[in-house]
Nanobody, 119 residues
């Protein structure tokens, strides 16, 4: 199975930066893609960045140019570098892994971490 453990987050002023980390434990499973989502009360969970096993990255328009997703495969770590943060980036952020389970895709989530951006 795959387990994700998040760290980072916290509170920052508008215009500031934060980095989120996600440790990926996947001893016997192939991880096909890693993603970052965020969720704010009253809104649907939103995918904001993804990185596939070939290194292809994608971003939601809301964070494009400000956030960077990266993966250190040697350390089994996923990162989200967030720059020029805005109050509307305030949310709980989750990492997500898509992995192979007996020939089908399965998904697992990190525990979530709060990011608060004050104006």
């Amino acid at each position: 199975q795959v387990q994700l453990t998040q760290s980072g987050g916290g509170e920052v002023q508008s215009g500031g930066s934060l980095t989120l980390s996600c440790a990926v434990s996947a001893k016997f499973n192939a991880v096909h893609a890693l993603r970052w989502y965020r969720h704010n009360v009253g809104y649907q969970r939103e995918m904001i960045a993804s990185i596939s096993d070939d290194g292809t990255v994608n971003y939601a328009d809301a964070v494009k140019g400000r956030f960077t997703i990266s993966r250190n495969q040697a350390k089994d770590m996923l990162y989200l570098q967030m720059n020029t943060l805005r109050p509307e980036d305030t949310a709980v952020y989750y990492c997500n892994a898509e992995f192979d389970l007996f020939g089908s895709s399965a998904f697992t989530w990190g525990q979530g971490t709060q990011v608060t951006v004050s104006s």
